[in-house]
């Protein structure tokens, strides 16, 4: 009877340490965006050449580097454009003195537009290229393209804009190709860097329009696919999952002690970790294609892990928790690209009765102190706001 009871215990905990030690099956889903190929993609060889030295070609420079990146992830992406990153005639259109401070020096505008002049074509080259697909490494030791760049180098032609007679046509086809632009494939950063330059391009128009500029765009609502965040938070999920993966936590580990190393790795399942950050990952991409007033009312949390999960993965579940990022930030985002675009319609058209798209029914407020139309709501802020900037009466 002992013997037997002993056995059965030992069976017990040979059961119990298998399935301890074990992972659980990878979400599906999980899977199959892990194992997306990558792709070429010229787009996106064009903005990593984006700060390349003049005289060379963007596209090819940015083509070199895209394979050297795929052995050596850590290559650095060339920015031979410094040096004006505080010029004040690059400024963001978030009031009407930046327009004035433009027109009152234009000498120093055309010599800076010549000097700058192989960048702007660049940026040009990037938004008529065709469907951009982001293609850096998967590595928290990898690069970014040199997104800032990217935001001088709008300004820089929103800039050659003002020294035409009629500025109108090319802005409208700019907004245009910028908005086809955010409905592609980007990181989360490449999504949002974006949106920031849309946001500066409908300040620059509702300055035009308040002068009696007639600035017409196809629509005046952002669609799902341009709003939608559910591309770019999937290549952040797939930059997390081959984080762990890879088991880059290990990397710097060499001062860790032989315990603390052992008590990482057992305390940590891969698979857990993904499925828990894809449910995550999955139910802000659906939020990110609703309206601002349904965001802001989400208050959803990573749900708790189950009594197995915390058993066999309690390192993982803790970083989980102090990793993961807040999605909703960059939802509210989004929300407000969509009410300035909103509120630029309504300076061509305006109508009393337009809705507040957020959860307060405030009407349009003109803020003559701050030089402000705006969209009341508590979510706006110094630097995101669902606001244009407003031409004072004469």
Avoid at 78 to 87: A, I, L
Avoid at 188 to 203: C, D, H, N, P, Y
Avoid at 237 to 256: H, K, P, T, V
Wanted: glycine share 4%; net charge negative; with cysteine.
């Amino acid at each position: 009877m002992k013997n037997a009871i002993i056995l059965v215990l030992f069976t017990g905990v040979i059961f119990f340490t298998g399935w301890w030690i074990s992972d659980e099956p990878l979400n599906p889903v999980a899977q199959k965006w892990i194992d997306k190929p990558q792709v070429e993609n010229q787009p996106y060889n064009i903005l990593l050449g984006l700060g390349s030295a003049p005289g060379l070609f963007a596209q090819e420079e940015g083509k070199r580097l895209y394979h050297q990146r795929l052995t050596e992830p850590t290559t650095a992406t060339p920015n031979h454009f410094g040096g004006f990153n505080d010029d004040p005639l690059l400024c963001d259109y978030s009031t009407y003195e930046c327009l004035q401070n433009q027109r009152l020096h234009i000498e120093e505008s055309k010599s800076l537009l010549v000097e700058k002049k192989v960048l702007i074509d660049r940026y040009l080259q990037l938004l008529s290229a065709g469907n951009y697909v982001d293609n850096t490494p998967l590595s928290l030791t990898a690069e970014f393209p040199h997104y800032s760049l990217l935001v001088k180098a709008a300004r820089l032609h929103s800039l050659q804009l003002l020294s035409q007679s009629d500025p109108t046509s090319a802005l409208e086809t700019e907004i245009s190709q910028l908005r086809e632009f955010l409905t592609q494939d980007h990181n989360l950063i490449g999504k949002l860097v974006t949106a920031r330059i849309l946001s500066e391009k409908f300040q620059l128009a509702a300055l035009l329009v308040q002068e009696g500029m007639d600035i017409s765009l196809s629509d005046y609502r952002l669609s799902h696919e341009e709003k939608s965040l559910a591309t770019a938070l999937r290549n952040e999920f797939r930059l997390r999952a081959f984080f762990l993966i890879n088991e880059e936590y290990n990397q710097d580990s060499a001062g860790s002690s032989v315990w603390e190393r052992l008590a990482l790795n057992m305390g940590m399942r891969t698979n857990i970790m993904i499925n828990r950050d894809l449910a995550y990952t999955l139910h802000f991409a659906d939020l990110s294609e609703n309206p601002a007033s349904v965001i802001v009312e989400d208050h959803y949390v990573m749900q708790e892990p189950t009594l197995g999960q915390t058993l066999r993965n309690p390192f993982g579940n803790y970083l989980l928790e102090m990793a993961t990022p807040d999605i909703k930030h960059y939802l509210l985002r989004m929300a407000h690209l969509d009410a300035k675009l909103q509120l630029l319609g309504w300076l061509r058209h305006p109508d009393e009765a337009h809705p507040n798209p957020w959860p307060e029914s405030s009407a349009i407020q003109i803020n003559e102190k701050e030089r402000q139309i705006c969209f009341p709501t508590e979510q706006n802020q110094a630097e995101q706001n669902s606001c244009l900037p407003w031409v004072p009466a004469p």
